[in-house]
């Protein structure tokens, strides 16, 4: 194991905590509850290996919900998210990124990082809550649990890039 | 060979993608949980819903069989039907039926029609059963409309009804509704009216109401349905009505008839006729 991945090692830790010990038991309105474990995913720079990729992202969702009791909700997120992480910061990096390119609001602008961070987001929430729901039978208060919990985990993921970033540099 | 793999190493991640992927939706599935309970009970009504549909187009292949099947069975019970019948004709010539008005407890001898004259003063129907079925002078003899008339001669297997239509024939009845009574009396003429007398000046007496037996004689039960009244007049010495009824027993097309058995009361008739022998020597 490398430095690399000692560090996603130890990004997964800590968010993992904060999630299962802080955001697990957040339910905004009663029913958004936002899941930060996504950052983990967005903050992969680009050309990293895609099966590595998609094995920390499944590993990812795999402790979310052996601690979460969720049973395969967010690692099928995770996985989907780190299947399309690449993708997607291809399509918002700007045109002279290099092959490493590391995505944050310094690197991308407010405006790209946001919307990248938002669909990274949508990807992992939308699969989390349909699977949740399983069933469309009340897709009105999935939708809202898919926008809210969005919404609220893209402004977490700008709170902590804010926050780690500035004391990074 | 080369191509294929070159092909899985292209897009291993997607292999790698569907087999985490896989994973997960196993453990959602193998966790006994909501999902788990939802994905059954959708697989099982989607399974159900394709053996239904199998069901349907199989049935429908069969349906030639099925249509075979059931011309069989109903030849079968077209047959069985016949024979019932037969079997259920016997029965019903010795058995009691169920007569207009007539409670059940009555037992019955069904009787058929054999000979009637319709246009003489006194007219007589001859029936095709006799004392060896049980049937004795001055039985009631009833159809499923209302009363024929009274057992006047009994032979071993033919009796003589004398039927409302004869001018000896009298019967003491009651109007329905108000329950007055009267006499039944034919006058020679139209086979299907008859007259009441003796109904009361006051009693309310409406058209249409039906007359029928009263139960004062002991020859028919009270309550046999006999006509409806046609029409009010008054009687010849204006003491009470003379009421026109129209007949409910149709004599012309007269088949099918049966004889009261069991309603004759000896003790009774005894009594009468010893009141009667008194009053006549106390008259003497």
């Known amino acids: 194991m490398n430095e690399t991945n000692l560090i996603r090692a130890g990004r997964l830790v800590i968010l993992l905590a904060i999630q299962v010990f802080i955001l697990n038991h957040v339910h905004i309105v009663g029913y958004i509850t936002p899941l930060l474990m996504g950052y983990m995913l967005i903050c992969f720079q680009s050309g990293v290996s895609r099966i590595g990729l998609l094995v920390w992202g499944f590993l990812a969702g795999l402790m979310f919900d052996i601690f979460s009791g969720t049973a395969g909700m967010a690692s099928a997120g995770c996985t989907l998210l780190a299947m399309m992480q690449p993708a997607l910061l291809r399509a918002f990096a700007p045109h002279d990124a290099d092959d490493h390119f590391v995505p944050c609001i310094r690197t991308m602008g407010f405006g790209k990082y946001f919307t990248y961070a938002f669909l990274c987001m949508f990807v992992l929430h939308a699969v989390f809550y349909?699977?949740?729901a399983f069933t469309l039978h009340d897709w009105p208060m999935t939708l809202a649990s898919v926008g809210g919990g969005t919404l609220v985990a893209t402004l977490l993921c700008i709170f902590t890039e804010l926050l780690v970033r500035k004391k990074r540099h | 060979m080369q191509n294929l793999v070159d092909f899985l190493v292209h897009y291993k991640h997607w292999f790698v993608f569907l087999l985490l992927e896989a994973i997960s939706l196993l453990g959602l599935f193998s966790f006994d949980g909501y999902q788990k309970h939802v994905y059954f009970t959708t697989a099982?009504?989607?399974?159900?819903?394709?053996?239904s549909a199998v069901s349907s187009v199989t049935s429908y292949l069969q349906l030639q069989t099925v249509n075979r099947e059931l011309e069989a069975d109903n030849e079968r019970m077209r047959k069985q039907i016949v024979v019932l019948r037969e079997k259920l004709r016997a029965v019903e010539t010795n058995s009691t039926q169920r007569v207009n008005g007539l409670p059940l407890e009555y037992s019955l001898v069904s009787a058929q029609v054999v000979n009637a004259t319709l246009h003489r003063n006194n007219n007589l129907i001859t029936i095709n059963r006799g004392s060896a079925d049980g049937i004795k002078p001055e039985m009631g003899v009833v159809c499923s409309r209302g009363v024929v008339g009274v057992v006047h001669l009994v032979s071993t297997h033919y009796s003589i009804?004398?039927?409302?239509?004869?001018?000896q024939c009298k019967i003491s009845c009651r109007l329905r509704r108000s329950e007055y009574f009267g006499t039944l009396e034919w006058r020679r003429g139209r086979v299907?009216?008859?007259?009441?007398?003796?109904i009361p000046r006051h009693a309310k007496v409406k058209k249409n109401e039906v007359v029928e037996t009263n139960g004062y004689s002991d020859i028919f039960p009270p309550g046999i349905p006999i006509g409806y009244v046609m029409k009010i007049g008054d009687s010849a010495d204006g003491m009470s009505y003379l009421l026109k009824v129209g007949l409910f027993t149709p004599f012309q097309t007269l088949r099918e008839v049966s004889?009261?058995?069991n309603y004759t009361q000896p003790e009774r008739r005894e009594l009468e006729e010893l009141a009667d022998s008194l009053n006549a020597s106390l008259n003497n």
């Not at chain 2, 009804?161 to 001018?167: A, D, I, R, S, T």
């Open chain 2, 192 to 198: 299907d009216v008859t007259w009441v007398t003796g």
């Open chain 1, 130 to 132: 349909l699977l949740d």
């Open chain 2, 259 to 261: 004889v009261i058995t």
């Open chain 2, 161 to 167: 009804v004398m039927p409302l239509l004869n001018e």
């Open chain 2, 44 to 51: 099982n009504g989607m399974v159900g819903s394709i053996y």
